[in-house]
């Protein structure tokens, strides 16, 4: 998910670049919503990871 993100954000500068603001601005918004849906799923992971390692040892 945050390859996509990183992805979406390259485009989003290429376009910016060469004029075509409403590809950019689009392109922007989606990769602000993948990353921010990347960063939740490894929110969740870790709590679950810490909690899971507490309950072992």
Same mark, same amino acid.
Do not use: E, N, Q
């Given at each position: 998910?945050?390859?996509?993100?990183?992805? #979406?954000? @390259?485009?989003?500068? *290429?376009?910016?670049?060469f004029?075509?603001? $409403? %590809?950019?601005?689009?392109?922007?918004?989606?990769?602000?919503?993948? #990353?921010? @849906?990347?960063?939740? *799923?490894?929110?969740?992971?870790?709590?679950? $990871? %810490?909690?899971?390692?507490?309950?072992?040892?």
């Amino acid at each position: 998910m945050l390859k996509w993100a990183i992805i #979406f954000f @390259i485009i989003s500068l *290429i376009a910016g670049y060469f004029g075509f603001s $409403g %590809v950019a601005s689009k392109s922007r918004s989606i990769a602000k919503v993948l #990353f921010a @849906i990347a960063l939740v *799923i490894f929110l969740i992971v870790l709590v679950f $990871g %810490v909690m899971l390692g507490m309950l072992v040892f």
